[in-house]
């Protein structure tokens, strides 16, 4: 093969890795994913299951959650635990901890 076209079908790829990427990421997790719902993921930290998910404490969002990768004033951010899918700064999961 020529090197040239190596490295075009390389740089191919890498774009087409990316691309699949960045798809993902922008996908919101879904609370009925069966992850989600083992780690009891809410769009809205108050409809968490404080029962179930011992926790729980009021004020913990994604917002103020270590994992979160969203901006400050970001509706949405990436959550690392779900691939990089979308979760809601106002929700909770029970892998939610403190933000150093
Ligand atoms: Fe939200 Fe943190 Fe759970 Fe991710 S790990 S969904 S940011 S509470």
Known sequence: MMPNRRVF???TAAAGAALT???R???RVDEKDPLAQSLGY???ASKA???KFKNF???QHCGNCAQYQGKPGDAW???PVYGG??????GWCSAWSKKA
């Open 9 to 11: 079908l390389l740089s």
């Open 21 to 23: 990427s960045l798809a």
């Open 25 to 27: 990421a922008q996908a």
């Open 42 to 44: 809410v769009l809205d």
């Open 49 to 51: 299951d404080a029962q």
């Open 57 to 59: 404490a009021a004020g």
């Open 77 to 79: 951010g990436p959550c």
């Open 85 to 90: 899918k979308l979760v809601s700064d106002q």
